[in-house]
């Protein structure tokens, strides 16, 4: 029992990990399709200093949440690792 608990966590951890990874790659091109998804639905008329200003913030926030997303995974691999390791020793 204890040992399917050990797998799931790392199953999760993995999950999690790949998940960060994937959104801070992807987070300029979904700030771009953001932004221009967001200025279609005002009218088609943005400023470009405003446009850039949404642009910066959305990466801003992808990379953050990407971020923290990467590295809780991360800390809960190493984590899972090192317990399944020590067990089977």
Not at 13 to 24: E, H, P, W
């Amino acid at each position: 029992m204890n040992k399917y608990k050990h797998f799931s966590t790392l199953i999760v951890s993995v999950i999690l990990t790949l998940f960060g990874f994937i959104k801070i790659t992807n987070c300029i091109e979904n700030a771009k399709d953001s932004t221009f998804s967001y200025i279609q639905s005002m009218g088609g008329s943005v400023n470009s200093d405003e446009a850039l200003l949404m642009q910066n913030g959305s990466i801003l926030v992808d990379i953050t949440l990407g971020g923290i997303m990467f590295l809780v995974g991360l800390s809960f691999l190493c984590v899972s690792i090192y317990t399944l390791t020590k067990n089977n020793n």
